[in-house]
């Protein structure tokens, strides 16, 4: 076994899985050998995973595990985009990778060539010879996630079927040879839910975007990612209810419904396309809008399988228009947020809403942790924020929310804020705000118009200012990142959700997501007291989420999350313990009030219509 | 009836037998007043609360560092973690929290300073209902003392001579003022009844220590200073650094002598001033009056010499190297508007006003018998004072490195 670098190892094994290093999102380029072998195998994300498995003794030296080593060029892409949403720089676990096969091959070590069976012969039949595998080290990247709870399982073959049809066959050709599978959208899933010890398929080459202007309509096949869609649909001056950055849009609609911020005015679930196409269980085509096909659109309260693989979801596109910009409405008690809120929904102002909590805000805000957590403290400490209601919105929508609260973040204020972070948590100005003692609350001081150019003074905004948080050598990036306006541009962002996944750049997160009342101040705090609750009988780092109003405000959806690191055995034990008081504490609050219901059950559901979920009748 | 008689009370001092409790011991006058008592032999007891990084015994251990107390003024003192605003502590207390022991005398310094309305709800918490528990405290255990630390300001919003003696009702400036006021009249209604020895002691604005510029805290005084250097840095470093088209938007450059010109005027009136005492001082009056005043009394702790702003203005321009500051009457804004960095400055002022040009003046009639066996007088806030606090405040970045990481 190849000698390992233990620092190397312990980045490796942080990995998240979240797949950004598999979408362009910084538009600084893609890892070279990914777009070309498809493989997750063959992306930083993968390579993070071989060198985990060598080290852990779980992965042989085999071909593929040469070809993923040798055609990494080292090129440091991958370190901004990790770095971007987790903090970490993946080129070291590169280098360690590679070194590692180096030393194999000067010490002749054995490399695994595993045979082809009649199986992997007919998988390849149907996608070509390079489309599928069974070699252990291309198993091993799609075995494992960081879900604590579940995995590593192994599968016998991965394939990556490059049509429909092919999916049809493969499908079929699984059910003769009674194989399980499983899809894996992106090459992972966050819940571990995509483990199979039979065949993988990896939706990776199915990348087609066919916009559709006058149906208002994108077509995306099932590697698709909602960043790609969102991306080609905002090239047209539309947008699409898209999901987290690198989740396929068909994967996510099937599984979770899609919701997001945006869904306060583009709803959820069957609310987000206008057909479906599926391969069924049986390898049969259908349609969601065919008469014939099976009725998806109904929603069962209960844990039901997926209407089988989409293939292509014809997605709704909504305008936009120019004047759109984001605002944050800083608010010092949550009920106070959340009725604000919920008065957007209900007066219909506005497109995206959420009520964000002070460790969100922080974290989408600063590209460096050690800034996020001293942004946190700041917020409610010395600005006596705690809560800011997010939103975004056209000229009319901002000027009608001035006029409900005065006190406002605009898009200028948020730049300079973005732009001049680190002078903003610098100590002391904290110490002066945190010894005003004016009437006004120090967050109203901030937002008042005339402030502006003594705040612009105070915090320098400059791309400059706001890199000097980051490691030197990524400086030049996050300078020249800083410098194009969408990456202080709420709108932008809040689409395109890039910064989403800075959430759990600390530690690997559980998100729990219950539809709820809004209306209904005393059912929030015992959902928001009873997650808290669990999380601190276990010693489980725990927080607010978000809130965003659905449905006009008659409903909402809530996150809640927990935070462990996935590599520490003692913090896996706390989490396999507090989970299983969730779901029973949740099921009789949902039973005893109506418009309660966990997420969790609209896994796999997600083609239904919202009404079935949101309202029992 | 006093539940111990002034004889009692000097032995069991004396001999070393009473034990002091202190709320509000990590904060400013607090901490002073338990370093002062332990340093004179007694034993103390700090109630404290855990900080998000440091437990309470870690604070106050940092505080015994800062004031150099010996290992014999250590052993002496004893801490009780604990929270007044947390009724159930009262219980806890008296059920034997072990830490906390015997209650001989209570110094109570636990207070928000809060001056705002929109802090009302915490002001009252603290003032009004954490001080109603530790008064249920002094009621159920053996406190024969209670030293009140009030304020010089529960006088109100008044001009002339403010007595020494109880104030029933407003008008008053703040919220902070009338909740003390509240609490002064609690805290004598508790203890009659109780037959508790009540002292109240009213400071007026403290600052740190005329003698060394050491000091804890670095609002009030300290904190337009803060907020003006903060300013002259944020320009400085426009000017320096990047130009400076900030800074001259604003009217602000820097002079060829390096001073900077931050044009800022300050309403004032045409009478009054600050009314100052250093932190020494008031220890040392406190130390008097509850050796020396055993039936115990409302004493004012205040300066016979306020100091004009335009004083101290001056003190900050040369000290700092700032030039433009300039006091003004109300008609000098009529004329010309506040600019941006006038109405910032303005509303950082704004809850200090009253007490920038405080027509009011105290009386000290009650304490000083003591003040005068002792020696004691009120030192003058001058130029010399205001540099070495300001030299102190400096070193400890306002606040920011008082104690090491």
């Not at chain 1, 030049?476 to 709420?490: A, G, Q």
């Not at chain 2, 070393?16 to 901490?31: C, K, N, P």
């Not at chain 2, 109603?132 to 300001?153: G, I």
């Amino acid at each position: 076994m190849p000698k390992i670098d233990r620092s190397a190892a312990a980045t490796a094994a942080q990995c998240r899985h979240y797949a950004m290093c598999k979408i362009d999102y910084l538009a600084t380029g893609l890892c070279p050998s990914g777009p070309e072998k498809h493989f997750v195998t063959y992306y930083p994300q993968g390579r993070m995973d071989l060198y985990r498995g060598l080290a852990e003794g779980r992965v042989p030296v085999t071909e593929a595990l040469l070809d993923a080593a040798d055609t990494c060029t080292l090129c440091g892409i991958c370190d901004g985009q990790c770095h971007f949403v987790t903090g970490m720089q993946p080129t070291s676990v590169m280098r360690a990778l590679k070194d590692a096969v180096e030393e194999h091959r000067r010490e002749k070590g054995e490399i695994v060539r595993p045979a082809e069976d009649e199986t992997l012969r007919r998988l390849r039949a149907i996608v070509g010879r390079d489309w599928a595998s069974n070699d252990p080290a291309v198993l091993w990247t799609y075995a494992d996630d960081p879900f604590p709870l579940a995995g590593p399982q192994l599968p016998l073959y991965v394939v990556l079927p490059g049509s429909r049809d092919e999916v049809a066959a493969i499908v079929r050709l699984a059910n003769e040879r009674d194989l399980p599978y499983a899809v894996r959208g992106n090459g992972g899933s966050v819940f571990g839910f995509v483990f199979t010890d039979g065949i993988v398929l990896d939706m990776n080459r199915m990348r087609g975007i066919e916009i559709d202007l006058p149906n208002f309509c994108a077509a995306a096949e099932p590697g698709v990612t909602s960043f790609e869609l969102q991306q080609e649909a905002f090239r047209h001056g539309l947008r699409i209810n898209a999901a987290e950055p690198a989740a396929t849009v068909c994967g996510n609609i099937v599984c979770t419904g899609t919701f997001s911020t945006w869904s306060n005015v583009y709803g959820t679930a069957a609310d987000n396309f206008i057909d479906m196409e599926f391969v069924g269980r049986d390898g049969r085509v259908f349609r969601l809008n065919d008469k014939a096909a099976p009725n998806h659109f109904a929603f069962e309260h209960r844990v039901a399988p997926s209407p089988g693989i989409c293939t292509k979801a014809f997605v709704k596109l909504h305008p936009t228009t120019a004047d759109e910009e984001g605002l944050l409405v800083p608010f010092e008690g949550f009920d106070e947020a959340v009725r604000f809120a919920r008065e957007l929904g209900q007066r219909r102002i506005g497109l995206a809403v959420a009520v964000l909590g002070a460790h969100y805000i922080a974290g989408f805000l600063s590209p460096d942790e050690t800034l996020a957590q001293d942004l946190k403290a700041a917020l409610p400490e010395a600005l006596g924020v705690n809560y800011m209601v997010f939103l975004t919105g056209d000229s009319h929508a901002r000027e009608a929310v001035r006029k409900m609260s005065p006190a406002v973040i605009d898009a200028d204020l948020l730049r300079t804020l973005m732009l001049g972070l680190p002078k903003l948590v610098e100590p002391q100005w904290l110490e002066l705000v945190r010894g005003y003692q004016g009437q006004e609350r120090p967050y109203e001081l901030l937002c008042r118009p005339e402030m502006r150019p003594l705040v612009e003074a105070a915090l320098q905004p400059s791309p400059e200012t706001a890199s000097s948080c980051v490691p030197e050598t990524l400086r030049p990036l996050y300078r020249e990142l800083y410098r194009r306006p969408e990456m202080t541009d709420m709108v932008w962002l809040n689409m395109h959700r890039i910064v989403s996944a800075r959430m759990s750049r600390r530690k690997h997160m559980f998100a729990f997501l219950v539809y709820l009342p809004p209306d209904n101040p005393a059912v929030i705090h015992e959902i928001l007291d009873g997650f808290a609750g669990v999380a601190r009988s276990h010693g489980i780092d725990h927080d607010f989420g978000f809130l965003t109003p659905m449905d006009l405000g008659k409903r909402a959806i809530l996150e809640y999350d927990y935070y462990v690191d996935h590599t520490d055995p003692a913090e896996r034990e706390k989490i396999a313990r507090a989970l299983p008081e969730l779901d029973p504490w949740l099921d009789r609050l949902a039973e005893r009030v109506p418009g309660v219901m966990s997420l969790k059950y609209v896994f796999s559901q997600g083609c239904s219509r919202k009404d079935g979920f949101l309202y029992r009748v | 009836m006093m539940r111990i008689g002034a004889e009692e009370l000097q032995e069991r001092r004396a001999a070393g037998l009473s034990r002091v409790l202190i709320t509000g011991g990590t904060g400013f006058l607090g901490s002073h007043i338990a370093a002062a008592l332990l340093k004179a032999g007694c034993r103390v007891t700090i109630l404290a609360r855990s900080s998000k990084r440091l437990p309470a015994r870690d604070r106050v251990g940092r505080l015994a560092d800062w004031f150099g107390l010996e290992p014999a003024a250590r052993e002496r003192l004893t801490v009780a973690e604990g929270d007044i605003l947390d009724p159930g502590w009262v219980v806890e207390a008296m059920n034997g929290t072990p830490a906390l022991g015997r209650v001989d005398e209570i110094v109570h310094c636990a207070s928000d300073t809060s001056f705002s309305e929109r802090k009302r709800p915490e002001v009252e918490a603290a003032n009004i209902g954490g001080l109603r528990n530790v008064l249920d405290l002094a009621a159920r255990s053996a406190c024969s003392f209670f030293h009140h630390v009030s304020t010089a300001f529960v006088a109100g919003a008044r001009d002339g001579l403010c007595r020494e003696e109880w104030v029933e009702s407003g008008p008053f400036t703040n919220v902070y003022e009338e909740t003390k006021a509240r609490g002064e009249i609690q805290a004598r209604d508790i203890c009659r009844r109780e037959g508790i020895r009540l002292s109240v002691y009213r400071p007026s604005i403290v600052y740190g220590d005329s003698r060394t510029g050491r000091t804890l805290r670095f609002n009030a005084l300290y904190y337009p200073v803060k907020a003006a250097v903060l300013l002259r840095d944020i320009y400085a470093s426009d000017i320096r650094e990047r130009g400076g088209a900030k800074a001259a938007a604003m009217g602000v450059r820097t002079d060829p002598d390096g001073r900077v010109h931050l044009p800022i005027r300050i309403e004032v009136g045409p009478q009054g001033g600050l009314n100052l005492v250093p932190i020494d001082h008031c220890v040392e009056v406190f130390m008097a009056l509850r050796e020396e005043c055993l039936g115990g009394g409302i004493f004012h702790i205040a300066n016979s010499r306020p100091k004009r702003i335009e004083d101290i203005v001056g003190y900050a321009e040369r000290y700092f190297g700032i030039r433009g500051i300039e006091a003004c009457g109300a008609e000098a804004f009529e004329t010309r508007p506040r600019n941006a960095l006038e109405r910032l400055y303005d509303s950082h002022l704004e809850a200090y006003r009253p007490y920038m040009q405080d027509l009011r003046t105290y009386e000290i009639r009650n304490s000083a018998p003591a003040l005068a066996k002792r020696g004691l007088a009120c030192p003058e806030f001058n130029e010399d004072v205001f540099r070495r606090c300001m030299a102190f405040a400096v070193e400890a970045g306002w606040g920011t490195r008082l104690f090491p990481a």
